[in-house]
């Protein structure tokens, strides 16, 4: 071999060797700012905003549960389980507190940035920054709420990181995944249902395809049983603007699955039977609570029966993505305002994002049917690397937004599907990967500085992005929060009335919800729901229900104002009230009523404004 050749390869070894410490240097400098930068948003932002009916519910049966009753027995949750337990170990640990069901979150959020920086880190340093700054932006800081959402979130990206770092057929991977799968259902259930739908999606594509159609039945059958299963949850509960929007890419996908890559009957036995030991094993702590309490049929009324009536109510039904689009689009139209325009166009844009991820993924299966069998070597293998365990979960995931037509609804799923559209365009062509990190950018300086820490908005203000003026709540009750300022007034009154009216072991309830009074002022609650249509759900649980009125009457009593959330079943419960108690005050979206004295007559003292 000549010198010069010999210098030649070495020369290329030694630049080669630098480039990988550079990029490995760039890759822990990008690490070390997607985590700094999130940790400031996060902490910036812990403390901002409330919506107060969920903190208080979220609070008050996690201070239940720590005081020993009995989840789903002694005190209703409509979740699982394991949200509660979760929040009952944060206030175990930071104090009775509502800020304090937040700082898991915190962590939570940081961690997750960082497992996201990783997985986008193949694209190169800045691009991880941008996607995993975008997937804190659009996550926890803009419904700051203690849901259970924000752990399925996280368990999701654990679920994909597993199955983008351990490859295919290490031992124990499936198993992991069902386990990660039952604990996001242990936390919120129908999120849980979504996030398995997009493990055994992406687990069947990893799967080679059976050549003989009848060696295909299982794995179709398993493909179709979630098709047809999603499409009857699509009809019965969601929108037709949110079916397209959310619904089509994942029924599209489906069937594609189905049709172009089926597996053989033994692999997918095999697949099912590891996820569901996995899967068993998540759920024992919680089955083995129940077992031992005697509550497993009230486990089951609560999170199953109790679930499903939680969004028959006229509220629910009313609301719809297509409404904030629609009035975001007219605020463009009369340009009143620079700020209503940009935020209008940054609503509009964030609304369509999980069916623009949905338009990418198919186009590259319809493109490329090789690509639903990776044991193939297919003919464009970036359009293969599009269909990833990050872009199949984040499809499935945004079913979130399908349930409940409200904002927070897209920003559970907002910040995953945003990291998927990143992967996929990064490795593309320059002037369209420019665009989409230039948007993301933009639209991340725009969702921090209108919309983070401000949830409970209207159609009107959303699109708009109107901010109240905001104020500490921090001398009224148990909440380290900061709030808008109407939010504080009324919660100040309220703190002075309780005193005036009620001692420590005085009742208070809220019909037909209201517990963030419970919590916030510690009073108890002799009633066992905390969401009046969910647990009125037949004749039985009314009749219980008005039996604990009377032998056991509150002191005050706060009904939400106006009809949303009624139903038949419950509404003697709100007619009880206003026959033995006395309107006295009105605010906050309540009113409030005083037991009335046994000796008193039947005419009623006029309320407060």
């Known amino acids: 071999m000549k010198p010069a050749t010999v210098a030649t390869r070495v020369d290329k070894i030694e630049r080669r060797g630098k480039s990988k410490a550079l990029a490995s240097s760039a890759n822990l400098a990008g690490f070390v700012v997607s985590v700094a930068i999130s940790a400031l948003l996060l902490w910036g932002f812990h403390d901002k905003g409330w919506l107060a009916s969920d903190d208080g519910f979220f609070a008050y049966v996690a201070e239940r549960v720590l005081n020993g009753d009995v989840l789903s027995r002694d005190i209703h949750g409509y979740y699982a389980g394991y949200v509660f337990f979760a929040h009952a170990a944060a206030l175990w640990l930071f104090g009775l507190d509502l800020v304090s069901l937040r700082y898991p979150l915190v962590v939570l959020g940081v961690v997750q940035a960082g497992l996201m920086y990783w997985l986008l880190a193949p694209r190169g340093a800045a691009v991880a920054i941008i996607g995993a700054v975008a997937l804190t932006a659009f996550s926890f800081i803009q419904f700051t709420n203690p849901t259970g959402h924000w752990y399925v979130l996280f368990l999701a990206i654990l679920i994909i990181c597993v199955m983008t770092w351990m490859p295919p057929g290490r031992a124990g991977r499936v198993e992991l995944l069902g386990f990660l799968v039952m604990t996001a259902f242990m936390f919120r259930q129908l999120s849980g249902i979504f996030v398995g739908m997009g493990v055994v999606s992406a687990l069947l594509i990893e799967l080679p395809t059976a050549k003989d159609g009848r060696d295909r039945i299982l794995s179709r059958a398993l493909v179709l049983a979630m098709l047809f299963g999603l499409v009857a949850f699509l009809a019965a509960k969601s929108k037709e603007f949110s079916i397209i929007a959310f619904g089509l890419g994942p029924i599209f996908l489906l069937i594609l699955l189905a049709w172009l890559g089926p597996t053989n009957n033994e ?32 486990w089951w009324r609560d999170c199953v029966v109790s679930a499903y009536y939680s969004t028959d109510v006229t509220y629910h039904k009313g609301t719809d993505h297509f409404y904030y689009v629609l009035f975001a689009m007219r605020n463009m139209y009369l340009f009143n305002s620079f700020t209503s325009v940009i935020n209008s166009i940054y609503w509009t844009i964030i609304t369509l994002i999980p069916f623009v ?253």
């Open 267 to 298: 692999s997918t036995r095999h697949l099912l039977a590891r996820l569901v030991l996995g899967a068993v094993a998540a759920a024992l702590p919680l089955v083995a609570y129940h077992a031992l309490s005697g509550s497993l049929l009230d």
């Open 357 to 609: 991820l949905a338009i990418f993924l198919l186009l590259s299966i319809i493109r490329n049917d090789n690509l639903i069998d990776i044991t193939k070597t297919s003919a464009n293998i970036k359009q293969r690397q599009k269909l990833t365990p990050l872009s199949i979960i984040a499809l499935f995931y945004s079913l979130e937004a399908t349930y409940i037509n409200a904002p927070p609804y897209i920003y559970f799923v907002l910040g995953l599907a945003v990291c998927a559209i990143i992967w996929c365009v990064a490795d593309g062509p320059t002037s369209p990967r420019r665009v989409v990190l230039s948007l993301t950018v933009a639209l991340v300086v725009i969702a921090v500085y209108y919309h983070a820490g401000r949830p409970g908005r209207g159609y009107l203000e959303v699109p708009a992005g109107v901010q109240y003026p905001m104020a500490g709540l921090h001398d009224i009750g148990r909440a380290s929060l900061y709030v808008y300022q109407r939010d504080v007034e009324f919660y100040r009154k309220i703190a002075r009335l309780i005193e005036e009216e009620t001692d420590i072991g005085d009742g208070i309830i809220g019909l037909p919800i209201g517990f963030e009074i419970n919590f916030l002022f510690n009073r108890r609650n002799p009633l066992w729901f905390t969401y009046a249509p969910a647990s009125i759900f037949d004749g039985r649980q009314r009749d219980r229900a008005l039996d604990v009125l009377r032998r056991d009457p509150p002191r005050l009593a706060f009904l939400l104002a106006g009809d949303a959330f009624d139903t038949p079943l419950w509404m003697p419960l709100k007619d009880y009230v206003r026959q033995n108690y006395d309107l006295f005050e009105r605010g906050g979206g309540y009113e409030i009523y005083r037991r009335r004295p046994r000796d008193a007559r039947d005419s009623r003292q006029e309320p407060r404004s």
